[in-house]
Protein backbone atom coordinates (compact mmCIF):
# COMPACT_ATOMS: atom_id res chain seq x y z
CA UNK A 1 0.00 0.00 0.00
CA UNK A 2 1.58 3.26 -0.93
CA UNK A 3 1.70 5.69 1.62
CA UNK A 4 0.65 9.70 1.74
CA UNK A 5 4.42 10.58 2.11
CA UNK A 6 4.97 7.73 -1.14
CA UNK A 7 2.83 9.77 -3.15
CA UNK A 8 3.65 12.89 -2.36
CA UNK A 9 7.26 11.99 -3.44
CA UNK A 10 6.18 10.47 -6.61
CA UNK A 11 3.67 13.54 -7.10
CA UNK A 12 7.17 15.93 -6.96
CA UNK A 13 8.96 13.82 -9.39
CA UNK A 14 6.54 13.83 -11.58
CA UNK A 15 5.94 17.76 -11.12
CA UNK A 16 9.55 18.33 -11.53
CA UNK A 17 9.87 16.39 -15.14
CA UNK A 18 6.94 17.41 -16.07
CA UNK A 19 7.74 21.25 -15.34
CA UNK A 20 11.40 20.69 -17.28
CA UNK A 21 9.45 19.07 -19.78
CA UNK A 22 6.59 21.76 -20.57
CA UNK A 23 9.83 24.55 -20.09
CA UNK A 24 12.24 23.08 -22.34
CA UNK A 25 9.47 23.26 -25.36
CA UNK A 26 8.01 26.47 -24.56
CA UNK A 27 12.29 27.82 -24.08
CA UNK A 28 12.07 25.65 -27.73
CA UNK A 29 9.08 27.03 -29.36
CA UNK A 30 10.67 30.75 -28.33
CA UNK A 31 13.83 29.94 -29.71
CA UNK A 32 12.27 29.19 -32.69
CA UNK A 33 9.58 32.15 -32.73
CA UNK A 34 11.93 35.18 -31.62
CA UNK A 35 15.80 34.18 -31.13
CA UNK A 36 16.50 32.37 -34.08
CA UNK A 37 16.32 34.88 -36.63
CA UNK A 38 17.77 37.40 -34.41
CA UNK A 39 21.15 34.87 -33.91
CA UNK A 40 21.18 34.60 -37.26
CA UNK A 41 21.42 38.15 -38.49
CA UNK A 42 23.85 38.65 -35.48
CA UNK A 43 25.89 36.15 -36.87
CA UNK A 44 25.78 37.51 -40.39
CA UNK A 45 26.78 40.43 -38.74
CA UNK A 46 30.13 38.82 -37.17
CA UNK A 47 30.81 36.54 -40.45
CA UNK A 48 31.33 40.14 -42.59
CA UNK A 49 33.43 41.87 -40.40
CA UNK A 50 35.76 38.25 -41.08
CA UNK A 51 34.67 38.71 -44.66
CA UNK A 52 36.27 42.25 -44.30
CA UNK A 53 39.24 41.83 -42.57
CA UNK A 54 40.46 38.51 -44.73
CA UNK A 55 39.71 40.43 -47.76
CA UNK A 56 41.62 43.20 -46.37
CA UNK A 57 44.97 41.08 -45.16
CA UNK A 58 44.79 37.55 -47.22
CA UNK A 59 48.07 36.58 -46.23
CA UNK A 60 46.73 37.02 -41.88
CA UNK A 61 43.55 34.49 -43.50
CA UNK A 62 44.52 31.61 -41.55
CA UNK A 63 46.23 32.97 -38.24
CA UNK A 64 42.94 35.27 -38.25
CA UNK A 65 40.54 32.45 -38.24
CA UNK A 66 42.90 30.25 -36.00
CA UNK A 67 42.31 33.42 -33.69
CA UNK A 68 38.46 33.17 -34.24
CA UNK A 69 38.03 29.96 -33.56
CA UNK A 70 40.03 29.89 -30.54
CA UNK A 71 37.62 32.27 -29.69
CA UNK A 72 34.52 30.44 -29.66
CA UNK A 73 33.80 29.97 -33.25
CA UNK A 74 33.45 26.62 -35.46
CA UNK A 75 34.46 27.76 -39.08
CA UNK A 76 34.62 25.98 -42.78
CA UNK A 77 36.36 27.32 -45.50
CA UNK A 78 35.37 26.24 -48.90
CA UNK A 79 35.89 27.00 -52.39
CA UNK A 80 33.56 24.33 -54.18
CA UNK A 81 36.40 22.14 -55.51
CA UNK A 82 37.62 20.18 -53.22
CA UNK A 83 39.92 22.77 -50.94
CA UNK A 84 37.86 22.64 -47.54
CA UNK A 85 39.32 24.35 -44.02
CA UNK A 86 37.80 23.39 -40.79
CA UNK A 87 39.15 26.36 -37.86
CA UNK A 88 38.06 24.94 -34.52
CA UNK A 89 36.50 22.36 -33.08
CA UNK A 90 34.82 19.26 -35.48
CA UNK A 91 30.94 19.51 -36.66
CA UNK A 92 28.92 16.83 -35.45
CA UNK A 93 27.34 16.86 -39.01
CA UNK A 94 29.08 17.30 -41.88
CA UNK A 95 25.51 18.06 -43.63
CA UNK A 96 25.76 21.38 -46.00
CA UNK A 97 24.20 20.84 -48.82
CA UNK A 98 26.07 21.31 -52.64
CA UNK A 99 23.82 23.97 -53.87
CA UNK A 100 24.16 26.49 -50.01
CA UNK A 101 27.95 25.98 -51.25
CA UNK A 102 27.26 27.24 -55.18
CA UNK A 103 24.57 30.06 -53.35
CA UNK A 104 27.62 31.38 -51.44
CA UNK A 105 30.64 30.96 -54.45
CA UNK A 106 27.91 33.26 -56.24
CA UNK A 107 27.98 36.17 -53.78
CA UNK A 108 24.69 35.23 -51.90
CA UNK A 109 24.20 35.00 -47.97
CA UNK A 110 23.47 31.44 -46.89
CA UNK A 111 20.79 31.86 -43.60
CA UNK A 112 21.16 28.35 -42.28
CA UNK A 113 20.61 29.24 -38.45
CA UNK A 114 16.97 31.08 -39.34
CA UNK A 115 16.26 28.47 -42.21
CA UNK A 116 17.39 25.67 -39.06
CA UNK A 117 14.06 23.28 -38.69
CA UNK A 118 12.07 23.42 -35.85
CA UNK A 119 11.90 20.57 -33.88
CA UNK A 120 9.76 19.96 -30.44
CA UNK A 121 13.29 18.41 -28.36
CA UNK A 122 16.14 19.98 -30.60
CA UNK A 123 16.85 23.65 -29.59
CA UNK A 124 18.71 25.03 -32.92
CA UNK A 125 20.65 27.32 -30.83
CA UNK A 126 22.99 24.08 -29.67
CA UNK A 127 22.99 21.85 -32.71
CA UNK A 128 26.18 21.39 -33.91
CA UNK A 129 25.71 21.25 -37.95
CA UNK A 130 27.33 21.96 -41.08
CA UNK A 131 23.70 22.95 -42.36
CA UNK A 132 23.59 25.25 -39.08
CA UNK A 133 25.60 28.00 -39.93
CA UNK A 134 25.56 31.25 -41.91
CA UNK A 135 27.68 31.65 -45.07
CA UNK A 136 29.22 34.56 -46.68
CA UNK A 137 31.20 34.57 -49.95
CA UNK A 138 35.38 35.37 -49.45
CA UNK A 139 37.17 36.77 -52.81
CA UNK A 140 40.76 36.27 -52.43
CA UNK A 141 42.48 37.44 -55.90
CA UNK A 142 40.76 35.47 -58.15
CA UNK A 143 39.87 32.81 -55.69
CA UNK A 144 36.46 33.15 -54.60
CA UNK A 145 35.87 31.05 -51.89
CA UNK A 146 32.81 30.20 -49.18
CA UNK A 147 33.01 30.92 -45.46
CA UNK A 148 30.93 29.20 -43.06
CA UNK A 149 30.48 30.03 -39.27
CA UNK A 150 28.53 29.26 -36.08
CA UNK A 151 29.37 29.55 -32.04
CA UNK A 152 30.77 26.63 -30.40
CA UNK A 153 28.47 26.89 -27.74
CA UNK A 154 30.93 24.43 -25.80
CA UNK A 155 33.72 26.50 -26.04
CA UNK A 156 31.75 29.82 -24.87
CA UNK A 157 29.85 28.05 -22.82
CA UNK A 158 31.57 25.24 -21.38
CA UNK A 159 31.63 26.20 -17.95
CA UNK A 160 28.93 28.19 -17.51
CA UNK A 161 26.90 24.88 -19.00
CA UNK A 162 28.17 22.98 -16.05
CA UNK A 163 27.48 25.93 -13.31
CA UNK A 164 23.84 26.27 -14.39
CA UNK A 165 23.31 22.81 -15.02
CA UNK A 166 24.87 22.18 -10.96
CA UNK A 167 22.38 25.04 -10.00
CA UNK A 168 20.06 23.02 -11.75
CA UNK A 169 20.72 19.87 -10.21
CA UNK A 170 21.43 21.56 -6.97
CA UNK A 171 18.28 23.61 -6.94
CA UNK A 172 15.89 20.49 -7.82
CA UNK A 173 18.06 17.91 -5.58
CA UNK A 174 17.43 20.48 -2.38
CA UNK A 175 14.20 21.26 -3.16
CA UNK A 176 12.86 17.70 -3.54
CA UNK A 177 14.84 17.19 0.04
CA UNK A 178 12.76 20.44 1.95
CA UNK A 179 9.99 19.32 0.06
CA UNK A 180 9.80 16.30 1.84
CA UNK A 181 10.69 17.18 4.72
CA UNK A 182 7.79 19.32 5.02
CA UNK A 183 5.48 17.53 4.00
CA UNK A 184 5.62 15.34 7.07
CA UNK A 185 4.25 18.67 8.65
CA UNK A 186 1.32 17.80 6.44
CA UNK A 187 1.19 14.00 6.74
CA UNK A 188 1.53 13.87 10.47
CA UNK A 189 -1.68 15.57 11.48
CA UNK A 190 -3.82 13.49 8.73
CA UNK A 191 -2.09 10.33 10.52
CA UNK A 192 -2.79 11.59 13.86
CA UNK A 193 -6.59 11.94 12.17
CA UNK A 194 -6.31 8.49 10.80
CA UNK A 195 -5.54 7.32 14.38
CA UNK A 196 -8.30 9.16 15.86
CA UNK A 197 -10.74 7.78 13.43
CA UNK A 198 -10.08 4.65 14.66
CA UNK A 199 -10.12 5.24 18.44
CA UNK A 200 -13.31 6.46 17.52
CA UNK A 201 -14.30 3.11 15.79
CA UNK A 202 -13.60 1.50 18.96
CA UNK A 203 -15.91 4.27 20.96
CA UNK A 204 -13.19 6.28 22.69
CA UNK A 205 -14.48 9.91 21.92
CA UNK A 206 -11.50 11.30 24.32
CA UNK A 207 -9.28 13.16 21.55
CA UNK A 208 -6.86 15.44 21.30
CA UNK A 209 -5.60 17.06 17.81
CA UNK A 210 -3.66 20.09 16.88
CA UNK A 211 -6.29 22.33 16.59
CA UNK A 212 -4.34 25.71 17.05
CA UNK A 213 -2.91 25.62 13.15
CA UNK A 214 -4.53 28.40 11.49
CA UNK A 215 -4.54 26.57 7.95
CA UNK A 216 -6.95 23.94 6.43
CA UNK A 217 -5.47 21.21 8.64
CA UNK A 218 -5.96 22.99 11.95
CA UNK A 219 -9.99 23.58 10.70
CA UNK A 220 -10.28 20.13 9.76
CA UNK A 221 -9.19 19.14 13.50
CA UNK A 222 -11.18 21.48 14.96
CA UNK A 223 -14.14 20.08 12.42
CA UNK A 224 -12.88 16.33 14.10
CA UNK A 225 -13.06 17.09 17.45
CA UNK A 226 -16.23 18.55 16.79
CA UNK A 227 -17.94 15.55 15.03
CA UNK A 228 -16.42 13.56 18.18
CA UNK A 229 -17.92 15.38 20.77
CA UNK A 230 -21.08 15.44 18.66
CA UNK A 231 -20.69 11.51 18.19
CA UNK A 232 -19.95 11.34 21.80
CA UNK A 233 -23.31 12.78 22.33
CA UNK A 234 -25.47 10.82 20.09
CA UNK A 235 -23.65 7.35 21.24
CA UNK A 236 -24.99 8.66 24.88
CA UNK A 237 -28.33 9.55 23.41
CA UNK A 238 -28.70 6.16 22.08
CA UNK A 239 -27.79 4.45 25.09
CA UNK A 240 -29.80 7.16 27.05
CA UNK A 241 -32.54 6.27 24.78
CA UNK A 242 -32.67 2.77 25.40
CA UNK A 243 -32.58 3.42 29.11
CA UNK A 244 -35.21 5.72 29.11
CA UNK A 245 -37.59 3.64 26.98
CA UNK A 246 -36.96 0.59 29.29
CA UNK A 247 -37.72 2.55 32.39
CA UNK A 248 -41.05 4.02 30.55
CA UNK A 249 -42.18 0.52 29.62
CA UNK A 250 -40.80 -1.12 32.54
CA UNK A 251 -43.03 1.36 35.24
CA UNK A 252 -46.00 1.09 33.82
CA UNK A 253 -45.89 -2.47 33.73
CA UNK A 254 -44.83 -2.90 37.01
CA UNK A 255 -47.86 -0.78 38.47
CA UNK A 256 -49.46 -2.95 35.87
CA UNK A 257 -48.65 -6.04 37.42
CA UNK A 258 -48.66 -5.24 41.17
CA UNK A 259 -52.46 -4.15 40.99
CA UNK A 260 -53.27 -6.63 38.85
CA UNK A 261 -52.26 -8.95 42.21
CA UNK A 262 -53.93 -6.95 43.85
CA UNK A 263 -57.39 -7.18 42.02
CA UNK A 264 -56.80 -11.12 42.46
CA UNK A 265 -58.11 -10.68 45.87
CA UNK A 266 -61.69 -11.50 46.57
CA UNK A 267 -62.04 -9.78 49.48
CA UNK A 268 -60.50 -6.60 48.43
CA UNK A 269 -63.42 -4.14 48.99
CA UNK A 270 -65.31 -2.98 45.56
CA UNK A 271 -64.14 1.10 46.09
CA UNK A 272 -60.41 -0.08 46.17
CA UNK A 273 -60.89 -2.29 43.23
CA UNK A 274 -62.09 0.48 41.44
CA UNK A 275 -59.37 2.27 42.33
CA UNK A 276 -56.99 0.01 41.02
CA UNK A 277 -58.31 -1.00 37.87
CA UNK A 278 -58.65 2.86 36.84
CA UNK A 279 -54.95 2.74 37.67
CA UNK A 280 -54.02 0.04 35.62
CA UNK A 281 -56.69 1.68 32.52
CA UNK A 282 -54.21 4.87 32.96
CA UNK A 283 -50.89 3.30 32.90
CA UNK A 284 -52.10 1.20 29.96
CA UNK A 285 -52.83 4.36 28.75
CA UNK A 286 -49.62 5.40 28.85
CA UNK A 287 -48.49 2.52 27.32
CA UNK A 288 -50.55 2.71 24.30
CA UNK A 289 -49.87 6.63 24.17
CA UNK A 290 -45.74 5.40 23.99
CA UNK A 291 -45.60 2.99 21.61
CA UNK A 292 -47.60 4.50 19.19
CA UNK A 293 -45.55 7.84 19.32
CA UNK A 294 -42.24 5.93 19.29
CA UNK A 295 -43.49 3.99 16.17
CA UNK A 296 -44.63 7.77 14.41
CA UNK A 297 -40.63 8.82 15.37
CA UNK A 298 -39.61 5.55 13.40
CA UNK A 299 -41.67 5.94 10.86
CA UNK A 300 -40.87 9.73 10.46
CA UNK A 301 -37.40 8.75 10.26
CA UNK A 302 -37.66 5.70 7.71
CA UNK A 303 -40.22 7.00 5.82
CA UNK A 304 -39.70 11.08 5.18
CA UNK A 305 -39.14 10.18 1.27
CA UNK A 306 -43.15 8.79 0.86
CA UNK A 307 -44.30 11.90 2.70
CA UNK A 308 -47.88 12.93 0.88
CA UNK A 309 -48.05 16.75 0.84
CA UNK A 310 -50.43 19.19 -0.06
CA UNK A 311 -51.52 22.93 -0.14
CA UNK A 312 -53.71 23.83 3.24
CA UNK A 313 -54.56 27.60 4.89
CA UNK A 314 -52.01 27.56 8.20
CA UNK A 315 -54.88 30.16 9.72
CA UNK A 316 -57.08 27.07 9.40
CA UNK A 317 -54.89 24.65 11.39
CA UNK A 318 -54.69 26.63 14.10
CA UNK A 319 -58.37 27.45 14.09
CA UNK A 320 -58.80 24.11 14.63
CA UNK A 321 -55.97 22.88 16.80
CA UNK A 322 -57.65 26.05 19.29
CA UNK A 323 -60.53 24.46 19.29
CA UNK A 324 -59.35 20.89 20.48
CA UNK A 325 -57.85 22.41 22.82
CA UNK A 326 -60.87 25.81 23.58
CA UNK A 327 -61.98 23.79 27.20
CA UNK A 328 -58.26 23.36 28.48
CA UNK A 329 -58.43 27.35 27.90
CA UNK A 330 -61.47 28.27 29.43
CA UNK A 331 -60.72 26.42 32.37
CA UNK A 332 -57.53 27.97 32.94
CA UNK A 333 -58.81 31.20 31.95
CA UNK A 334 -55.90 31.70 29.22
CA UNK A 335 -56.13 34.43 26.44
CA UNK A 336 -55.32 33.91 23.15
CA UNK A 337 -54.38 35.85 20.48
CA UNK A 338 -54.32 34.84 16.59
CA UNK A 339 -52.33 36.63 13.88
CA UNK A 340 -51.93 34.74 10.82
CA UNK A 341 -52.88 36.20 7.82
CA UNK A 342 -55.43 34.64 5.70
CA UNK A 343 -52.87 34.41 2.45
CA UNK A 344 -50.79 32.10 3.62
CA UNK A 345 -50.62 29.20 2.15
CA UNK A 346 -47.97 26.19 3.42
CA UNK A 347 -47.63 22.98 1.23
CA UNK A 348 -46.73 20.05 3.64
CA UNK A 349 -48.20 16.91 5.43
CA UNK A 350 -51.56 18.69 6.82
CA UNK A 351 -51.62 15.87 9.41
CA UNK A 352 -48.34 15.81 10.60
CA UNK A 353 -47.57 19.88 10.64
CA UNK A 354 -51.69 19.93 12.79
CA UNK A 355 -49.43 17.73 15.43
CA UNK A 356 -47.05 20.18 15.72
CA UNK A 357 -49.01 23.22 16.59
CA UNK A 358 -51.07 20.84 19.04
CA UNK A 359 -47.96 19.41 20.72
CA UNK A 360 -46.68 23.20 20.80
CA UNK A 361 -49.82 25.08 22.00
CA UNK A 362 -50.40 21.20 24.43
CA UNK A 363 -46.97 22.42 26.20
CA UNK A 364 -48.06 26.20 26.62
CA UNK A 365 -51.34 25.30 27.78
CA UNK A 366 -50.21 22.72 30.41
CA UNK A 367 -47.30 24.32 31.70
CA UNK A 368 -48.93 28.24 31.85
CA UNK A 369 -50.16 29.39 35.42
CA UNK A 370 -53.80 30.56 35.57
CA UNK A 371 -55.08 33.83 33.46
CA UNK A 372 -51.39 34.27 31.57
CA UNK A 373 -51.25 34.40 27.93
CA UNK A 374 -50.48 33.03 24.54
CA UNK A 375 -50.19 34.32 21.15
CA UNK A 376 -49.81 32.98 17.67
CA UNK A 377 -47.92 34.99 15.20
CA UNK A 378 -47.35 34.22 11.07
CA UNK A 379 -45.51 36.29 8.70
CA UNK A 380 -44.12 35.27 5.19
CA UNK A 381 -41.05 36.51 3.35
CA UNK A 382 -40.01 35.72 -0.37
CA UNK A 383 -38.68 32.39 0.16
CA UNK A 384 -40.06 31.31 4.12
CA UNK A 385 -43.12 30.94 6.37
CA UNK A 386 -41.92 32.15 9.99
CA UNK A 387 -44.76 31.03 12.83
CA UNK A 388 -44.06 31.87 16.47
CA UNK A 389 -45.95 30.43 19.43
CA UNK A 390 -45.38 32.84 22.39
CA UNK A 391 -46.64 32.29 25.98
CA UNK A 392 -45.90 34.34 28.93
CA UNK A 393 -44.91 32.09 31.44
CA UNK A 394 -42.13 31.76 34.16
CA UNK A 395 -40.09 30.87 31.06
CA UNK A 396 -37.23 27.60 30.88
CA UNK A 397 -34.49 27.63 32.59
CA UNK A 398 -31.49 28.09 30.13
CA UNK A 399 -29.57 25.08 31.43
CA UNK A 400 -32.51 23.09 29.59
CA UNK A 401 -32.99 24.95 26.78
CA UNK A 402 -30.28 22.52 24.70
CA UNK A 403 -32.11 19.15 25.76
CA UNK A 404 -35.78 19.96 24.76
CA UNK A 405 -35.76 18.46 22.03
CA UNK A 406 -33.79 15.60 23.09
CA UNK A 407 -36.04 12.19 23.01
CA UNK A 408 -37.67 11.66 26.81
CA UNK A 409 -36.01 14.71 27.91
CA UNK A 410 -38.38 16.58 30.91
CA UNK A 411 -37.59 19.75 32.76
CA UNK A 412 -39.89 18.63 35.53
CA UNK A 413 -39.69 15.13 35.35
CA UNK A 414 -41.97 13.87 38.71
CA UNK A 415 -44.26 16.14 37.39
CA UNK A 416 -44.12 15.39 33.59
CA UNK A 417 -44.46 11.96 34.82
CA UNK A 418 -47.39 12.11 36.60
CA UNK A 419 -49.52 14.30 33.74
CA UNK A 420 -48.91 10.53 31.81
CA UNK A 421 -46.86 13.06 28.92
CA UNK A 422 -43.86 10.60 27.46
CA UNK A 423 -41.16 13.33 26.79
CA UNK A 424 -41.02 12.30 23.17
CA UNK A 425 -43.07 15.11 21.92
CA UNK A 426 -40.69 17.90 20.90
CA UNK A 427 -39.13 14.91 19.22
CA UNK A 428 -41.51 14.35 17.19
CA UNK A 429 -42.03 17.97 16.49
CA UNK A 430 -38.70 18.80 15.64
CA UNK A 431 -38.60 15.79 13.36
CA UNK A 432 -41.40 16.74 11.48
CA UNK A 433 -40.57 20.26 11.50
CA UNK A 434 -37.11 18.63 9.38
CA UNK A 435 -38.62 16.37 6.56
CA UNK A 436 -40.26 19.59 6.08
CA UNK A 437 -37.00 21.57 5.43
CA UNK A 438 -37.70 23.64 7.81
CA UNK A 439 -35.97 24.73 11.31
CA UNK A 440 -37.34 24.99 15.04
CA UNK A 441 -35.88 27.51 18.04
CA UNK A 442 -36.91 27.97 21.05
CA UNK A 443 -35.85 30.76 23.35
CA UNK A 444 -36.96 32.10 26.94
CA UNK A 445 -36.76 34.44 29.44
CA UNK A 446 -38.85 35.36 32.77
CA UNK A 447 -41.45 37.07 31.13
CA UNK A 448 -41.93 33.79 28.59
CA UNK A 449 -41.12 31.26 26.13
CA UNK A 450 -41.02 31.23 22.38
CA UNK A 451 -40.89 28.82 19.79
CA UNK A 452 -40.11 29.69 16.20
CA UNK A 453 -40.94 27.27 13.37
CA UNK A 454 -39.65 28.83 10.11
CA UNK A 455 -40.94 26.59 7.13
CA UNK A 456 -40.06 27.14 3.22
CA UNK A 457 -42.73 29.21 1.41
CA UNK A 458 -43.70 26.68 -1.83
Known sequence: MRTLYVRVFLITIAV?????????????????????SFNDEKLVGIAMQM??????????????????AALGYEIYVTDGKGNDEFYGSEFREKDLDKRAVDMVL??????????????????????????NTVGVSLQIGNTSYGLFMRPDVILQFGELRIFFALIGALTVGISILIFLISTRYLVNPIERLSEATKRIVQGNYNLKLP??????????????????RELERVDQARQQFVSNVSHEIQSPLTSIQGFAQLLSDRDLPEQEREHYAS?????????????????????????????????????????????????????????????????????GNEVLLMQVWMNLLGNAVNHLPQGRSIEIRAEKTDTHCVIQIRDTGDGIAAEHLPFLFDRFYRVDRARERSSGRTGLG?????????????????????????????????
Open 16 to 36: IVVSGMLGFLLSNIYYHAKLK
Open 51 to 68: KQFVEREPDMMKPYLDNA
Open 106 to 131: DGEVYHGVSQFPSKPFITGFFDNQLS
Open 211 to 228: TKRRDEIGQLAQHFMTMS
Open 279 to 347: IIEEESRHLSLLSKQLLLLSSLEQGQEDLAKEEFSLRDQFRQAVQVLQWQLEEKELLLRISVPESIQLI
Open 426 to 458: LAIVQKIVRIHDGTIEVSSSSEGTVFTVTLPQM
